[in-house]
Every structure is written in structure tokens, then in C-alpha cells.
């Protein structure tokens, strides 16, 4: 039997954190918030809407009882972001994790972008996230206290892609900025990682990136070796474990949660696949020949 779509950590593992998760009213925003919260934590939720966040932030408690305060903010303000952190730290009186979640992205070819195309991109990816981290360090070395940052990238963030450069660029950003922090601040007890998931559907990167059109001729879980998509819960676990206590020797990792999506698309020979035991067989008399 699998367990993968079942919660993992033990209740309330999360109970003595408050958490901020950008990008925290839909897709895997949404999933991790509704986790953190089963799992005792206060959750603030930012993104730009705050019609979005309020349904969600009522969706949430009413489904876990928990404690969920919407917050609007556009990461790539700086005065935002530090309103942002102002608000979590007077409703809650502190704060202790970060999830840099927030994104934005679309495929083009690269020479169609216009230059604002390509800024919006990795400003909301690149500078959303060093914005958040800035602040949210500021407060915790000022405050002698330690802290936790997620970064969700992808694993474009190390292979590049193409049809997706801003959003490459921006991820890659992401990941120097999680391998650099986590060495640099963790004599201040802050701890710094990613996660880097292949395809978990959500209306937000489905409908930019899989448009219907495309999706039946790629569907995203041929590329997958384990010959599926991911599913929220798996992610959640993951995304949990370590923005708990649980994980505190992990530092500077990122982990990959992709079925092993991105090796095959490495792999020299992994196109092998589509041969049968007949052509296997035709191919050793052959060769042994
Ligand atoms: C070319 C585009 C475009 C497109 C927008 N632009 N969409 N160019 N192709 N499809 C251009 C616009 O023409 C404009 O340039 C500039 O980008 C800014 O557009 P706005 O609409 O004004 O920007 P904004 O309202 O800030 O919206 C940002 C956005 C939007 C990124 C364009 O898609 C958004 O809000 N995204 C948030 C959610 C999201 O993207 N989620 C997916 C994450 S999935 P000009 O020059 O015309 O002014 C993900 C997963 C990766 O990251 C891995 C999957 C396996
Ligand atoms: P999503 O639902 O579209 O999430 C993106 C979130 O970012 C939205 O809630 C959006 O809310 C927020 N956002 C966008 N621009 C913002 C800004 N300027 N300021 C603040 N918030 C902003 O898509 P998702 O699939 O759940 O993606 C979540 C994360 O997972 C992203 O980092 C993405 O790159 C990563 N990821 C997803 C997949 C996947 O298959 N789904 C794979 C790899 C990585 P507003 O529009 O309200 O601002």
C-alpha cells in the first residue's frame, strides 16, 4: 500500500511556528498552508490579491481550525515585503519560517519576450524571493533568533530550459541565494533550503505552461519515469518535514521531487524505453553476433 497521499509528520509537530508562505492562496501554496495548519501551525498568506487569500484563509480555518491571517503583498515591493513581515510579527508576536512559493511564469520563445516580459518574471521568482529572505533575515539576526527559509524552484534551476528563461534564470537565482544563506547565516541558527518539484497540477502552472492544446500531445507524465504526476500531499510532507525541527541538520540542500523526471530527461539512453522484448531480442542475436 502507498502512503504518499496520506499526512506524515505526527500532530503538532509544527505547533510552536509561525509560518509565511508567499504565493499562499492557490496550488501548492494553498496545500502546504492547509498541512502547516493540520500540523499546529500559524500560517499568514501573502500574494497580490487579497480577494484570493481571504476565500482561502476562510476555506482553511474552517476546514482545520486553524489560525490563518491573509496578508496582500506584491514581493517585488520592498515596502510591501516589510509590511508584510510587520504584520505577521503583530499578529503573532514572531515569526519562524519563510516559504518563498511565489512565483510567475509562462513558455515563449525567448526572442518573442519583450524586456519587461522577461523582468516581470524574474523579479516576482528572483528578486521576490531575496526580497522576502532580506527582510525576514534582518529580523531574526536583530532579534537573536533563528529562522527557516523554503524556497520551492524547479529542476530547470541546475539543467536551464528553454521556452521558460525567465523563469530559469529566476530559479537558478534562487538556488544561490538558498546554497549561499544557508553557509553564511547559519552561525545565526537560520537555516536555508529548497525543494525543486517536477509536475504537480495546479490551475496556475497547468493553464500557463500545459495549455490544452499541448496537453494531449505532452502530457507531463510521459516524462516522468515512475509514469505519473505528483500529488500535493507528497510535497506538503516534504515541505513540512523541513520547515520543522525535525530537519535541523539540513542545510543548503535542495531536494528533488520530481519521480525522476529530470535524470531521464539527462539520461544518453533513456530513450530506449520505447523498445519491446521483440526488438530487445532481434537487437542481442545481433550484437552477440
Ligand atoms: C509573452 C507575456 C505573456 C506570455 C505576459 N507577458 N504573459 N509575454 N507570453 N504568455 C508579458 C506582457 O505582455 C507584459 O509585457 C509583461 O509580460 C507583464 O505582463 P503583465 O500581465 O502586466 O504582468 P503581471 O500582471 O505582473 O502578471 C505576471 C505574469 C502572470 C507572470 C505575466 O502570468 C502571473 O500573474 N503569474 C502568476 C502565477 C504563475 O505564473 N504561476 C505559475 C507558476 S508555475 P509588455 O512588454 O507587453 O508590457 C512554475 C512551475 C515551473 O513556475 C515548473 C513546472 C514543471
Ligand atoms: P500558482 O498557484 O500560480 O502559484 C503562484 C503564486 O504566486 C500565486 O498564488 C500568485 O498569487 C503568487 N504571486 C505571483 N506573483 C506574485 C507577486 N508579484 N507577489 C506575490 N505573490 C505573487 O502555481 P503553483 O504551481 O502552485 O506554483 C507554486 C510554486 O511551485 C512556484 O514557485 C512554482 O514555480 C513552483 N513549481 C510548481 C510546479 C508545478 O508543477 N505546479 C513545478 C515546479 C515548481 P497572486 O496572483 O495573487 O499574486
Known amino acids: 500500500m502507498s ?23 492557490t496550488g501548492l501554496g494553498k496545500s502546504m498552508t492547509r498541512y502547516f495548519l493540520q500540523l499546529g501551525a500559524k500560517v499568514v498568506i501573502s500574494s497580490r490579491k487579497p480577494d484570493v487569500l481571504e476565500q482561502t484563509a476562510a476555506e482553511l480555518r474552517a476546514e482545520t481550525g486553524g489560525e490563518v491571517l491573509a ?16 504584520q505577521t510579527l503583530g499578529a503573532f508576536g514572531q515569526m519562524n519560517v519563510l516559504v518563498n512559493n511565489a512565483a510567475g511564469n509562462f513558455i515563449s520563445p525567448t526572442e518573442r519576450l519583450s524586456a519587461r516580459a522577461f523582468d ?23 532579534a537573536k533568533q533563528p529562522g527557516n527559509i523554503l ?28 546554497r549561499s544563506l544557508a553557509v ?78 529530470w535524470l531521464k530527461g539527462a539520461g544518453e539512453f533513456s530513450y530506449l524505453e520505447a523498445l519491446d522484448n521483440a526488438t530487445w531480442d532481434m537487437l542481442a542475436t545481433m550484437m552477440k553476433k
Open 3 to 25: 502512503h504518499f497521499t496520506e499526512p506524515m509528520l505526527r500532530e503538532g509537530s509544527l505547533k510552536d511556528k509561525v509560518i509565511v508562505v508567499t504565493g499562499g492562496g
Open 71 to 86: 496578508v496582500a503583498c506584491d514581493v517585488r515591493n520592498y515596502e510591501q515585503v516589510e509590511s508584510m513581515i510587520a
Open 120 to 142: 516581470t518574471v524574474v523579479d516576482i521568482v528572483l528578486k521576490g524571493s531575496y526580497y522576502c529572505a532580506l527582510e525576514a533575515g534582518k529580523h531574526w539576526i536583530g
Open 151 to 178: 524556497s520551492i524552484v524547479t529542476t530547470y534551476a541546475w539543467t536551464g530550459s528553454g521556452y521558460v528563461v525567465p523563469s530559469a534564470c529566476g530559479k537558478a537565482g534562487v538556488l544561490a541565494l538558498t
Open 184 to 261: 553564511e547565516w547559519g552561525k545565526y541558527g537560520i537555516r536555508c533550503n529548497a525543494i525543486a518539484p517536477g509536475p504537480f497540477p495546479t490551475p496556475g502552472a497547468w493553464d500557463r505552461l500545459f495549455p490544452e492544446p499541448l496537453r494531449k500531445k505532452f502530457s507531463p507524465e510521459m516524462k516522468v519515469p515512475v509514469g505519473r504526476v505528483g500529488n500535493h500531499q507528497e510535497l506538503a510532507n516534504l515541505a513540512a518535514y523541513l520547515v520543522s525541527d525535525f530537519s535541523a541538520f539540513v542545510n543548503g540542500e535542495v531536494v528533488t521531487i520530481d519521480g525522476g523526471e
